[in-house]
């Protein structure tokens, strides 16, 4: 794998396919596996220069991570590829319980016996700003500081209250964090201040991103650190989208590719376990356009009479279909419908409403035969697309205008879901439009 320019765990589904999105645009080539492929599996991608592996941890405990990351670290530094990149939400939201960032990064900081580990959050393609340490986020067009955002501010598992991005990794670490910012990132002699601030410096270095021109200097900055201190990152897909600029300057990548549209099909199906008022939105305007929505009880999904209540689910959903209508089944109608909080009172229930979820959508793809479905929900996502008994993703459609939410194709070894084009949506992700997009195979 010599000629490998980044390997990558996805600490939720959605996130994954981010950074595939940013590579595929720019003439990567990526594949991401659902767990540590075999050598066959691994052969059949040989020509891919961006290996990933998608992951659960933004909803796991600490105890989870140190269990199961710890394999899927080791196989990625064999692999042997110039970064190696833990990837985590653009919204930076995490908590010392569950999503740990800051124990993610001991871990890799561990395993890849390096003591400085860089991190950059800030993705201005996907409307994510740092500043002098801060993290601020877009939302229906206007940009919030991230503990004032009207979502993530509010996120049903892990609400973002701090902005500053090195308080809050001080919540879930013991590693000093410090911050090269914009005025530093910007300075004529930039090079010899990173050279002297991390020469003796050990634990994790934020860099600012909040431009075309910081993010340009952050990508020459984590390329030079990396260099130095090893080749393990943490951040966001802005760790791929800054590194673009770097790799271009020294001629590893052409220019960017062109994707052509796969066609409009007649019919998907979409599940949500989404309580997102994006999501929300993008679900009416669905229903407008002519999809036929079901709602779900979530509750029900995961309780005694589970089963029926999934048996049910799927016959509503194939009458729908069978006359001809694209359907979403969804837990959620926006935040107004969540009930986290009894749901949070059941051990394992969010994992286990997702793969109700991908239970549902694979009888339902298997029965009518579909081509195409979607899945919204960033932890919904991570334990829904298992249920489909897919082993590899790449990407087939990338959407420039609303990134973060390609169009994917599905490989594996099981017949109803091999070849299926599957688009992973988080909850903040995409246009009003987005369901029908997928449907319509659009670019914007």
Known sequence: ???????????????????????????????????????????????????????????????????????????????????????????????????????????????????????????????????????????????????????????????????????????????????????????????????????DLSGILLLDVDSAESQAAAGRQLKRIAAAKGSFVAGSSGIEYALINAWRDEGLIGPGVEFQSPGKVERVAVVSGSVSPTTERQIRTAIAEGFHDIPLDPLALIGANAEATQNVAVAAGLAALKAGRSVILHTALGPSADRGADIDQLPGARHRLGQALGTILRRLVETERLSRAVIAGGDTSSHALKELRVDALTTLLPLPQTPGSPLCTAHGSYAPTDGLQIALKGGQVGSDGYFAQIRDGRKA
Not at 68 to 73: D, G, I, R, T
Not at 107 to 124: H, M, S
Not at 179 to 184: G, V
Request: proline residues 6%.
């Open 1 to 199: 794998m010599g000629d490998l320019l980044v390997s990558y765990y996805g600490d939720d589904f959605t996130g994954s396919t981010d950074v595939m999105e940013a590579l595929a645009i720019n003439g990567i080539a990526p594949v991401l596996f659902l767990g540590i492929p075999g050598q066959a599996l691994l052969n059949r991608f040989r020509n891919c220069r961006a290996i990933g592996i998608a992951g659960t941890s933004r909803s796991e405990t600490p105890a989870w991570m140190q269990q199961h990351l710890s394999p899927v670290f080791e196989w990625l530094k064999r692999l042997d590829a110039s970064i190696c990149h833990y990837k985590v939400c653009s919204t930076f939201d995490s908590a010392p319980e569950v999503g740990n960032i800051g124990k993610a990064i001991e871990i890799g900081r561990a395993i890849f016996e390096q003591t400085l580990v860089p991190v950059i959050v800030g993705a201005p393609q996907l409307k994510r700003y740092t500043a002098f340490g801060h993290l601020f986020a877009a939302y229906q067009g206007r940009v919030f500081r991230i503990d004032r955002h009207p979502v993530m501010s509010r996120h049903p598992v892990t609400p973002m209250h701090e902005a500053d991005l090195a308080l809050h990794l001080c919540k879930q670490t013991e590693l000093p964090v410090s911050l090269a910012d914009l005025a530093l990132l910007s300075a004529p002699d930039a090079d010899a201040k990173i050279d002297q601030m991390i020469a």
